[in-house]
T-cell receptor, first 111, second 113 residues
Framework: KQEVTQIPAALSVPEGENLVLNCSFTDSAIYNLQWFRQDPGKGLTSLLLIQSSQREQTSGRLNASLDKSSGRSTLYIAASQPGDSATYLCAVPSNTGKLIFGQGTTLQVKP | DTGVSQDPRHKITKRGQNVTFRCDPISEHNRLYWYRQTLGQGPEFLTYFQNEAQLEKSRLLSDRFSAERPKGSFSTLEIQRTEQGDSAMYLC???????????FGPGTRLLVL
């Protein structure tokens, strides 16, 4: 049974810092991994999707990496801003496409 | 707006009442998913449709829950005889067979008193 874990559960950093969010999964037989952002009380916004054949995917200040063999993905946020404050979720699909989510990392970027 | 929409955005009900939520996916998407999210947790899968066929249901979906997608477009999720434990955010997502990214709606927040 696939399990997804995100550490830490919460993170607080000063504005301008670079930071890394971690995601681990128990079954390495995945075909992609998706990172989402969730603002309080809102739905999820897709940030990046990495195919299993890729090692990295970039969008603006965000860079996601995937290491299937070790069951890990990281989301790197460069030059953090207060507007980056949100909960970040990673998810992997089952073979039927349903997403299995981690618990999320709640990020606070202080001005 | 061509994103996923959900209605209502908020629902307060008394224990024992029935509630129904609606999800309108992105128009060309044939796959539709329902998830439930409680405070501090990631979303948990409830059920999945491909076109009008309900292909998978989670064990979380007790017999009080039913979902439909009658014409392969919008979907409804009904909860009968609501319980306080049903209080959560109910999220809908859609995707196409050609693109694996799931796009989420804003969610319906349910509070059962």
């Amino acid at each position: 049974k696939q399990e997804v874990t995100q550490i830490p559960a919460a993170l607080s950093v000063p504005e301008g810092e670079n930071l890394v969010l971690n995601c681990s999964f128990t079954d390495s037989a995945i075909y992609n991994l998706q990172w989402f952002r969730q603002d309080p009380g809102k739905g999820l916004t897709s940030l990046l999707l990495i195919q299993s054949s890729q090692r990295e995917q970039t969008s603006g200040r965000l860079n996601a990496s995937l290491d299937k063999s070790s069951g890990r993905s990281t989301l790197y946020i460069a030059a953090s801003q207060p507007g980056d404050s949100a909960t970040y979720l990673c998810a992997v699909p089952s073979n039927t496409g349903k997403l299995i989510f981690g618990q999320g990392t709640t990020l606070q970027v202080k001005p | 707006d061509t994103g996923v929409s959900q209605d209502p955005r908020h629902k307060i009900t008394k224990r024992g009442q029935n509630v129904t939520f609606r999800c309108d996916p992105i128009s060309e998407h044939n796959r539709l998913y329902w998830y439930r999210q409680t405070l501090g947790q990631g979303p948990e899968f409830l059920t999945y449709f491909q076109n009008e066929a309900q292909l998978e249901k989670s064990r979380l979906l007790s017999d009080r829950f039913s979902a439909e997608r009658p014409k392969g477009s919008f979907s409804t999720l009904e909860i009968q005889r609501t319980e306080q434990g049903d209080s959560a955010m109910y999220l809908c997502a859609s995707s196409s067979s050609e693109e694996e990214t799931q796009y989420f709606g804003p969610g319906t927040r349910l509070l059962v008193l």
